[in-house]
């Protein structure tokens, strides 16, 4: 079934559960119900509240409903007729009120039985087109998702074409829960989030640091290979770095969480700004690294590498784990180059990208998107074209298959989005590579942007009267001025690429703990080895192995409680440790360990120098063990 078709059922399966909750709680009253990625949902305000319980109820209504036939008719009806139809549904109302602003003279509402509701479709023809379907679960969602508007319910569901399918996806939901990143974060000790500390802000334990320090190192390693140079930028910027970018009016209302400042005394107030923000973007940092002394064609492309943490000030109600967060660290790489340079530089990038997923972590289902011009940008057509045409050329003679993701690229240019499944089909967004004409150039300011700057209260306050800001936008300009000193002598504009292959730290080790299952790659894995001594006149040469393990670079944890050998064992097997090395006197008088590996497989016993060549073999090759 087509993407479009399956949205469409899906969409009238929302509208099939607004027909059976109405039909049981006849005073409910209804908000919107959407097609989502896997499933729909349904907005709903109850006079009394409901529970997960009432679920199979609804369901058994639906199916009620579902097998009479009935056809989904549409009907347009004047702005009159609808506020007349819908005049005890308030959120309807709303946004009847809301339409009754544009020139339309007439909605659509489609008819299903005696249910009708305000829509603009499409639909399928009848209730029977209708695959197999189950509600999932409940929740809290403001009124068109701002906090000040009143919380309804939620109700989720999914439907698929077929009763298999709709089967894989509900053992797909159930395999997730057991994988929960934030679960298994707890149960492992890997990482915890304190509301003194602040939401989205994630504290990293030491067993996670651990695999953090090892991933990062790992990843400088290969980056300095391609040629990479690192940098380190600050945490904060000003203001007028993210105006000049125009990042500023596009990504206010989430982006930018502002710094705090508090007057000393003796002090002027002319010593402090409210310019100052804590950085959502790496970008004009490594712009002004560039620009920090004038640069030849012949230090291009120049490559600059930096793992640097960001904030982007998330709503509450989104954030999520590791996976959604306020503050994180991008594996964040620009690419100064010219135009000539751009197809080649991208097919390294992608190269790099298919080696780190596919070889290093096992994301053997890599897929890749073309992200074209969106409705508002900046810059000519001609860049796009340009640009599009760079990515795609590259994505071609690297035999990398690709769908156009038509109208998505960032407002600066265009780009490919790479996403991968995991180990139970899931898929994740991961790295991004952009092409970027626009914020390495100097251009003009628009009546447009000036505007979009004075709604601003940040602005209006700073500069007083519009005719300020003006002169203020217009002094500092539109974009960075990025060039370089080309063979003829003359400078000319470099081309940028922007580009990520884990995105950010926080989110990687969010998908790679629920990929693993908390079962993590032994050269990631926090604790290599468990030594089990199985009595107290064990330990000493537990104490041995452990030197050896240790001085070996395996690391490695010795059991010394006062536990019994199973219990031990079942613990380290809890943690998901990839070897456990049980030691006894068969294993004292052989110099050797009894080995277990993660999983229940048992290895037995082996000289210890020869288990010490298989783990660093293991390591080398970054095996799942």
């Known amino acids: 079934m087509e993407n479009q078709d399956l949205e469409k059922m899906r969409h009238s399966c929302s509208h099939l559960m607004a027909a059976a909750v109405l039909s049981l709680w006849p005073d409910t009253r209804l908000g919107i119900g959407p097609a989502i990625e896997n499933g729909f949902y349904y907005d709903f305000e109850f006079s009394q509240p409901i529970s997960d319980a009432d679920l199979p109820k609804i369901e058994e209504k639906m199916a009620q409903i579902k097998a009479k036939n009935l056809p989904f008719v549409k009907k347009e009806i004047s702005l009159d007729e609808a506020k007349k139809m819908f005049y005890d549904q308030p959120y309807k109302l709303e946004l009847i009120s809301e339409l009754s602003q544009t020139t339309e003279a007439k909605v659509s509402i489609y008819q299903t039985g005696e249910f009708e509701d305000l829509c603009k479709g499409p639909h399928v023809d009848n209730t029977k087109e209708i695959g197999p379907f189950k509600l999932l679960s409940l929740a809290g969602a403001y009124w068109k998702g701002d906090e000040k508007n009143k919380m309804l319910t939620r109700i989720y569901g999914t439907c698929f074409p077929t009763q298999e399918e709709l089967k894989h996806y509900l053992w797909q939901l159930e395999e997730a829960k057991k994988r929960d990143h934030r679960k298994l974060g707890q149960e492992l000790d890997l990482f915890s989030t304190s509301p003194l500390t602040g939401q989205g802000l994630i504290l990293w334990h030491p067993k996670l640091s651990v695999s953090r320090n090892i991933l990062e190192q790992f990843w400088r390693e290969e980056h300095i290979k391609r040629g990479y140079q690192l940098v380190y930028t600050p945490h904060i910027a000003t203001m007028e770095m993210f105006v000049k970018t125009r990042h500023y009016i596009k990504y206010i209302d989430y982006m930018f969480p502002v710094m705090l400042h508090q007057y000393i005394e003796g002090e002027s107030k002319s010593d402090y ?13 490594h712009i002004e690294i560039f620009k920090s002394r004038p640069r030849s064609y012949k230090e291009l492309p120049l490559r600059m590498a930096e793992l640097g943490t960001v904030y982007r000030y998330e709503r509450a109600g989104v954030i999520h784990g590791l996976t959604r967060v306020r503050g994180f660290t991008q594996d964040d790489s620009h690419i100064f180059c010219t135009p000539n340079q751009v197809v ?10 298919k080696y780190f997923y596919e070889e290093i972590f096992g994301f053997k289902d890599y897929k890749a998107y073309l992200a074209t011009r969106p409705e508002k940008y900046l810059g000519t057509e001609e860049m796009w074209e340009l640009a599009q045409n760079s990515l795609k050329k590259a994505m071609e003679l690297e035999k990398i298959s690709f769908q156009i993701d038509e109208g998505q690229g960032v407002f600066y240019g265009p780009k490919i989005d790479s996403k991968v499944k995991d180990s139970i089909g899931r898929e994740w967004q991961l790295g991004t590579i952009q092409v970027d004409f626009n914020l390495p150039s100097l251009l003009e300011t628009t009546p447009e942007e000036i505007e979009q700057f004075w709604q601003l209260k940040t602005f209006k306050d700073k500069f007083q009267k519009k005719e300020n800001l003006e002169k203020y936008l217009k002094k500092i300009g539109r974009g960075l001025d990025v060039k370089y000193i080309d063979k003829d002598g003359k400078a000319k504009q470099v081309v940028m690429i922007h580009r990520t292959i884990l995105g950010s730290m926080e989110r990687f080790f969010g998908i790679l703990i629920e990929h693993f299952a908390g079962a993590f790659p032994v050269w990631l894995a ?12 064990h330990l000493d040469f537990g104490k041995e192995v452990y030197q050896k393990l240790f001085d070996s670079e395996i690391r490695v944890n010795l059991d010394d409680r006062n536990e019994t050998t199973s219990a031990k064992i079942r613990d380290a097997e809890l943690q998901k440790v990839p070897y456990i090395l049980v030691v006894g006197d068969k294993e004292i008088k052989s110099k050797s360990v009894n080995v277990r590996v993660r999983g229940e497989k048992v290895l037995g016993e082996m000289p210890l120098n020869k288990f010490i060549d298989l783990a660093k073999e293991d390591i080398a090759k970054k095996r799942q063990v």
Do not use: G, Y
Not at 344 to 353: A, C, F, M, N, Y
């Open 273 to 285: 700004s409210v310019d100052e923000q804590l950085k959502p973007m790496n970008c004009p940092n």
């Open 344 to 353: 080649e530089e991208v097919r390294d990038i992608l190269k790099l990208t």
């Open 526 to 537: 926090p604790v290599q080895a468990v030594i089990v001594p199985i009595t107290d006149k």
